[in-house]
């Protein structure tokens, strides 16, 4: 009896391979693929904040990784003006408290503990030639996306005292301070704190500053602020 019924699975195995197998493939194929570059920057943009004062229009940058903490620059945090952020959806939330980092170019801005997508670090050190997404509010534009390249490390002093930060020739402009820089997978590789911009003809070049990860995560430790 009991080889009757190994036999009766081994038939019942075979037969759903044969029959179900381009099912199960595609359903596993459909599970396991990763998100498009499509999907990741709609899904990542519901956690970016833009940040408004109450002397201007034209907005900063910031964004949400949970417990009522937005990153944004230290420069941003650091405007008594700053007084509160819209998210994409058009939710808005006053801010209760700005922390600056005294070491790093890196803020914090406190609301109320929200339910917003968050998003989340990646740990990795950041490499040259890693691909690099920006999202933030360029020139008082909303909700805008660039994408470009880690092309080094650059000399921090010219920018924001001693912080070894690393650069990406993705072009950034006044409201981009703050944006996210994201890796291909929507995981936090940065934050925007400035950059460069040069005229060539009809051109404009330039490329973006950014604090690491691993910075952001001390300013957050110095500020005593913790996410789950």
Not at 98 to 122: A, H, K, M, W
Request: proline share 3%.
């Amino acid at each position: 009896m009991k080889k009757y019924i190994q036999t009766a699975l081994i038939t019942l195995v075979f037969c759903g391979l044969i029959f179900g197998g381009s099912y199960f493939s595609s359903y596993f194929i459909k599970l396991s693929a990763p998100m498009t570059q499509v999907e990741m920057i709609a899904e990542s943009m519901q956690s970016v904040v833009a940040v408004y004062t109450s002397d201007s229009d034209l907005p900063a940058s910031g964004f949400y990784i949970g417990n009522g903490i937005i990153v944004t620059a230290g420069h941003v945090a650091d405007m008594e003006e700053v007084e509160k952020i819209i998210f994409e959806d058009g939710t808005q939330y006053p801010i209760l408290d700005r922390i600056v980092d005294p070491n790093y170019d890196c803020g914090f801005l406190v609301v109320e503990d929200i339910n917003q997508p968050t998003l989340e670090f990646n740990l990795a050190e950041v490499q040259r030639g890693e691909e690099i997404f920006i999202l933030g509010h360029p020139m008082g534009l909303t909700f805008i996306s660039t994408k470009g390249i880690v092309t080094g490390r650059t000399d921090s002093e010219k920018f924001f005292g001693d912080v070894l930060l690393f650069a990406v020739d993705a072009v950034a402009h006044p409201g981009n301070s703050g944006s996210v820089l994201l890796d291909k997978n929507g995981k936090i590789r940065g934050v925007h704190v400035g950059g460069r911009l040069s005229n060539c003809g009809s051109s404009l070049y330039g490329y973006s500053v950014n604090i690491s990860t691993f910075d952001i995560i001390k300013a957050l430790a110095q500020a005593g602020l913790e996410i789950e």
